[in-house]
């Protein structure tokens, strides 16, 4: 979703100087995980090809509690025996989503005529909420089913835009 406002002009000397001419604009993201693959990490079928998938053996294959540290419950899935393939099907791990509020503050000025002075103050990832990055899904790892990274915090930048 996203949103621009426009301040209107003011007509007071002082505020239509401080007030007037400014423009906010948003985008809201707001987003469900990717669907993921655990594999094995092995070739357990014996075809020469590594990371085919598992058996899964409970019914709910993430942790109790899911947190960065145990999204995925280890439990949940065995290697299957050699010379079979494992009976979990391809992309049925749903990962962690993520929010995402971006805003732009914006001012022009006009210098002359045909001249203008931009200003721009821009915050992606606003509040700094935390959006993790989707699960470790290789079961032959020690880290199996951990989120080990994030994506960017928040980042703010600044610009001056002299247009002729």
């Given at each position: ?7 209107p ?19 809201v ?9 655990v ?5 357990n ?18 942790a109790?509690d ?6 995925l ?6 290697a ?29 000025f ?8 931009q ?15 989707n ?23 600044l ?6």
């Amino acid at each position: 979703m996203s949103s621009v406002y426009a301040t209107p002009q003011f007509s007071a000397g002082t505020l239509r100087a401080l007030a007037s001419d400014w423009q906010l604009s948003g985008i809201v993201r707001v987003l469900t995980g990717s669907y993921l693959s655990v594999t094995t990490g092995i070739d357990n079928a014996l075809t020469g090809q590594p990371n085919q998938r598992p058996n899964q053996v409970l019914a709910d294959p993430y942790a109790a509690d899911k947190n960065i540290d145990h999204w995925l419950n280890p439990a949940a899935f065995r290697a299957p025996a050699a010379g079979a393939y494992g009976n979990l099907a391809s992309g049925n791990i749903l990962g962690p989503g993520s929010i995402r509020i971006d805003m732009g503050l914006t001012r022009t000025f006009r210098v002359r005529e045909n001249q203008t002075l931009q200003f721009r103050a821009e915050a992606f990832n606003l509040p700094n909420h935390v959006n993790p990055a989707n699960p470790i899904t290789t079961l032959n790892t020690l880290n199996f089913g951990k989120i080990q990274s994030a994506a960017d915090p928040r980042i703010m930048q600044l610009a001056l835009k002299y247009v002729f």
